[in-house]
T-cell receptor
Framework: NAGVTQTPKFQVLKTGQSMTLQCAQD?????MSWYRQDPGMGLRLIHY???????DQGEVPNGYNVSRSTTEDFPLRLLSAAPSQTSVYFC??????????FGQGTRLTVV | SQKIEQNSEALNIQEGKTATLTCNYT??????LQWYRQDPGRGPVFLLL?????KEKRKERLKVTFDTTLKQSLFHITASQPADSATYLC????????????FGSGTRLLVRP
């Protein structure tokens, strides 16, 4: 039982490049979320999903896309990377009792 | 706008003392309030959840209080240890936003031996 697995752990992108951050969970949770964490700003919600095929925007969705084709996977796509997207990204899988399990994070640098 | 505030200054205490961290919120009607621990380079780890109709929750050396009138939660660690040093985050889930957790920016706790 691996919990929440995020890949890659580190990534450097050039401005304008696109990429997908992967997130997978093996706990059969319906609810999953993506957050970014910046110094002094805490965790900010980007997108979330309440089940396969259902996604919605969080606080800071611009520049990001998500999809949820299976219960297990919730990838986050950066369409055209910008330096403002330099951050640490966390994926969370949430139980029916609202307890969130987080992945180890992806540290992204956009140059 | 909705706001969650935690003290941005680190809390520095002596081992054995009780650490008390504060989470205040405005323009929010939370159904649940949660506390998480985050170590450097790691994802947050769930500690405790308290519901809007609960005043207090305990788990081992941890205690959380929730005052919906003051719009405040207090998080206590009794008999603190250096291993308790970490950043502690509070998170709210609104009555109309099931499973959509909004986080405060966290307070760093340093426990001196």
């Amino acid at each position: 039982n691996a919990g929440v697995t995020q890949t890659p752990k580190f990534q450097v992108l050039k401005t304008g490049q696109s990429m997908t951050l992967q997130c997978a969970q093996d706990m059969n949770h319906e609810y999953m979320s993506w957050y970014r964490q910046d110094p002094g700003m805490g965790l900010r919600l980007i997108h979330y999903s309440v089940g396969a095929g259902i996604t919605d925007q969080g606080e800071v969705p611009n520049g990001y896309n998500v999809s949820r084709s299976t219960t297990e996977d919730f990838p986050l796509r950066l369409l055209s990377a910008a330096p403002s997207q330099t951050s640490v990204y966390f994926c969370a899988s949430i139980t029916g009792a609202s307890e969130a399990f987080f992945g180890q994070g992806t540290r992204l640098t956009v140059v | 706008s909705q706001k969650i505030e935690q003290n941005s200054e680190a809390l520095n205490i002596q081992e054995g003392k009780t650490a008390t961290l504060t989470c205040n919120y405005t323009n929010y009607s939370p159904a649940y309030l949660q506390w998480y621990r985050q170590d450097p380079g790691r994802g947050p780890v769930f500690l405790l959840l308290i519901r809007e109709n609960e005043k207090e929750k305990r788990k081992e050396r941890l205690k959380v209080t929730f005052d919906t009138t003051l719009k405040q939660s207090l998080f206590h660690i009794t008999a603190s240890q250096p291993a308790d040093s970490a950043t502690y985050l509070c998170a709210l889930e609104g009555v109309d936003s099931s499973y959509k957790l909004i986080f405060g920016s966290g307070t760093r706790l340093l426990v001196r031996p």
